[in-house]
């Protein structure tokens, strides 16, 4: 079974700019969701999506925003970019259960220059 | 609110020394409690899980008890290998929530 894949691996943007983030959940999984994570912060929550709504939200601005396609995909975009978006960015799926374990993509390296 | 409080790293440890990663949690209700570990330059794995009281979740090597009374879930291996070297995150899942709670990760470095 193919785990959770995240597109790009890398990434170099300058301030100002948008991006985009793709994540493929597993099979089956219709729970995804999206974190931050940064040496200073660690591991903060930004959203998560299931059946194509937003159904949990984290403490992040409007500049950071998501969806979900009918097949489970996920793509993440933050907008006007600042240095301090640098960060890894996870993404993790589940099944629709409560209490059960997230299973992680590698992540996107985002540099911010 | 939930919460997980684990121990500051970064742990430094010789091979084959024993190991010991606290955690301790609080939260509403009966929660499912997980170990994720993170290696260089890659995403959270799953290293074990425990959904009850008294349970022990173990993988390569590693255990976890549930201690409700205690509200821990300390992570324990007998003999670390350099291998072992990555981020430990210890996180919980409970009611209804299909969101963990992540506490900040401990970092784990062990020499040969």
């Known amino acids: 079974k193919a785990g959770v894949t995240q597109t790009p691996r890398y990434l170099i943007k300058t301030r100002g700019q948008q991006v985009t983030l793709s994540c493929s959940p597993i099979?089956?999984?219709?729970?995804v969701s999206w974190y931050q994570q940064t040496p200073g912060q660690g591991l903060q929550f930004l959203f998560e999506?299931?059946?194509?709504?937003?159904?949990n939200k984290g403490n992040f601005p409007g500049r950071f925003s998501g969806r979900q396609f009918s097949n489970s995909r996920s793509e993440m975009n933050v907008s006007t970019l600042e240095l301090g978006d640098s960060a890894l960015y996870l993404c993790a799926s589940s099944l629709d259960e409560s209490n059960q374990p997230q299973h992680f993509g590698d992540g996107t390296r985002l540099s911010i220059l | 609110g939930d919460s997980v409080t684990q121990m500051e790293g970064p742990v430094t440890l010789s091979e084959e020394a024993f190991l010991t990663i606290n955690c301790t949690y609080t939260?509403?209700?009966?929660?499912?409690l997980f170990w994720y570990v993170q290696y260089p330059g890659e995403g959270l794995q799953l290293l074990l899980k425990?959904?009850?009281?008294?349970d022990k979740g173990s993988n390569k090597g590693f255990e976890a008890t549930y201690r409700k009374e205690t509200t821990s879930f300390h992570l324990e291996k007998g003999s670390v290998q350099v291998s072992d070297s990555a981020v430990y995150f210890c996180?919980?899942?409970?009611?209804?929530?299909?969101?963990?709670?992540f506490g900040r990760g401990t970092s784990l470095i062990v020499h040969p």
């Open positions: 999506y299931f059946s194509e709504t937003q159904r």
């Open positions: 939260a509403t209700g009966y929660p499912s």
């Open positions: 996180a919980l899942s409970s009611g209804g929530s299909y969101i963990p709670t």
């Open positions: 425990a959904t009850k009281a008294d």
């Open positions: 099979s089956g999984h219709r729970s």
